[in-house]
């Protein structure tokens, strides 16, 4: 069974610092691109960062560039999202995907059949 789990959430004051990792199985995960998503109460989900599948390409939204690194260890089978001077407007629920489109693609969720983790909070609050 191919799953994604992703762990490392809690919540934070501003200016803090958090480390979500997202772990796979039951697929090759280095074949895979990587993601990470939010969706915060009453918005849609947005694409926060993406990663190729060798690790040499991410992007990211203009709001967290700067301050969150993407990184993944295929031999762990797990991406990282370091995030740092954590803000209030990040709290949300953070999900990886993994799909085989290419990092800037998948961050457009223009997917072709990916893989969901189940969700990790956020929550930044002084």
């Known amino acids: 069974q191919s799953r994604l789990v992703e762990s490392g959430g809690g919540l934070v004051q501003p200016g803090g610092s958090l480390r979500l990792s997202c772990t796979a199985s039951?697929?090759?995960?280095?074949?895979?691109?990587i993601g990470w998503f939010r969706q915060a109460p009453g918005k849609e989900r947005e694409a926060v960062s993406c990663i190729s599948s060798g690790g040499g390409i991410t992007n990211y939204t203009d709001s967290v560039r700067g301050r969150f690194t993407i990184s993944r260890d295929n031999a762990k089978k797990t991406a990282y999202l370091q995030m740092n001077s954590l803000e209030a407007e990040d709290t949300a629920v953070y999900y990886c995907a993994a799909d085989q489109v290419g990092p800037i693609r998948l961050c457009r969720f223009q997917t072709h059949n990916p893989y969901w983790g189940q969700g990790t909070q956020v929550t930044v609050s002084s």
């Open positions: 039951g697929f090759t995960f280095d074949w895979y691109d």
